[in-house]
């Protein structure tokens, strides 16, 4: 079946790209794959934390599951069937094509802006990247 893939961070633009991407998946009949990708820049973000006990991929799957889990809460909230939620690990642009690239996707909707803004500036954001580079529609938030 046909599949539309949003990327979340947690992040306000990328809430704003789930709701509108469970809409589309709604109105389409599609699945709804949600991913969030954890960098390397995340993962600095985290070992700058104060120290404790707790490893820093821990943090990092903590954090990954519990942004997964608020989105897809809120696609099934919208009505969404079919919800799969999915971490992948790396550039975060190169990991949302590598998805778009082996599977169904008919569709990437992402946010205008992440969490990088800095990062975006400097390197160009992902939304934009993903805009040139995806092979299927890419719809961007605002």
């Known amino acids: 079946m046909t599949s539309i893939m949003v990327a979340t961070d947690g992040s306000a633009g990328a809430s704003r790209a789930v709701e509108a991407a469970a809409e589309i998946a709604k109105a389409l009949a599609c699945n709804l ?5 954890a960098d390397r820049l995340l993962g600095e973000e985290v070992r700058q934390l104060p120290h404790s006990s707790v ?8 954090l990954t599951a ?4 608020a989105a897809e809460a809120r696609a099934r909230q919208l ?12 550039d975060v642009t190169q990991s949302l094509l590598d998805i778009a ?10 946010g205008r802006r992440g969490r990088g803004h800095v990062a975006g500036l400097l390197l160009g954001s992902v939304s934009h990247k993903l805009v040139s580079l995806a092979p299927c529609a890419v719809v961007v938030v605002p």
């Open 55 to 62: 490893s820093t991929g821990d943090v990092l799957a903590a």
């Open 33 to 37: 794959l949600i991913v969030t990708v």
């Open 66 to 69: 519990q942004t997964l889990s």
């Open 79 to 90: 009505g969404v069937q079919q919800v799969e939620a999915r971490t992948s690990w790396g």
């Open 101 to 110: 690239a082996s599977g169904s996707i008919k569709m990437i909707v992402v």
